[in-house]
T-cell receptor, first 115, second 117 residues
Framework: AQKVTQAQTEISVVEKEDVTLDCVYETRDTTYYLFWYKQPPSGELVFLIR??????QNEISGRYSWNFQKSTSSFNFTITASQVVDSAVYFC????????????FGKGTKLTVNP | DSGVTQTPKHLITATGQRVTLRCSPRSGDLSVYWYQQSLDQGLQFLIQYYNGEERAKGNILERFSAQQFPDLHSELNLSSLELGDSALYFCASSSRLRGTGSTDTQYFGPGTRLTVL
């Protein structure tokens, strides 16, 4: 069975603080894909990043960085120098190779960045 | 803007009624997915279509059905609506990378917020 756990339900920070959103996943497949999506207050789901299980290289995109560790089945997301516009719900998702193309989502972490 | 469009943006209806949600995928995408987002269940996969054919089914109720038309747009039909069907319904689309053993990123539309009174 596939499962994604985002243990942090809500996080509140002050602008310019760094914040890390945790994501732990479970799958029996050796090939799988991990995703992060952002859902701002307006409601749409915005794709942020995708990582393949065979590529453990961490990635940085501006103030965003992702740390993928197969040994701990984690795919954590860090926002550096957070801004008010980062306030949103962030979802981690998993898709395993083979079988259904569906995404399995975590429950999401609501991030509030206060000015 | 993901390139996926959904109509209507909001829908308010009564219990027992039937509604149709519409989705147009990104240009060139052959796969369409439907997801339901509710407070208690979170984001749940409902169904996937690929080039007009049903490809996978998730937690979709028998009162719900979907189809994908030759022009690749998709419709999700919800009937005998109940209060618990109130949710945000998302459509996503992706292209298919044949033969690569890879997978595609799903891009989501803005969603249709359904309220059943």
């Amino acid at each position: 069975a596939q499962k994604v756990t985002q243990a942090q339900t809500e996080i509140s920070v002050v602008e310019k603080e760094d914040v890390t959103l945790d994501c732990v996943y479970e799958t029996r497949d050796t090939t799988y894909y991990l995703f992060w999506y952002k859902q701002p207050p307006s409601g749409e789901l915005v794709f942020l990043i995708r990582r393949n299980s065979f590529d453990e290289q961490n990635e940085i995109s501006g103030r965003y960085s992702w740390n993928f560790q197969k040994s701990t089945s984690s795919f954590n997301f860090t926002i550096t120098a957070s801004q008010v516009v980062d306030s949103a719900v962030y979802f981690c998702a998993l898709k395993s190779q083979g079988g259904s193309e569906k995404l399995v989502f975590g429950k999401g972490t609501k991030l509030t960045v206060n000015p | 803007d993901s390139g996926v469009t959904q109509t209507p943006k909001h829908l308010i209806t009564a219990t027992g009624q039937r509604v149709t949600l519409r989705c147009s995928p990104r240009s060139g995408d052959l796969s369409v997915y439907w997801y339901q987002q509710s407070l208690d269940q979170g984001l749940q996969f409902l169904i996937q279509y690929y080039n007009g054919e049903e490809r996978a089914k998730g937690n979709i109720l028998e009162r719900f059905s979907a189809q994908q038309f030759p022009d690749l747009h998709s419709e999700l039909n919800l009937s005998s609506l109940e209060l618990g069907d109130s949710a945000l319904y998302f459509c996503a689309s992706s292209s298919r990378l044949r033969g690569t053993g890879s997978t595609d990123t799903q891009y989501f539309g803005p969603g249709t917020r359904l309220t059943v009174l």
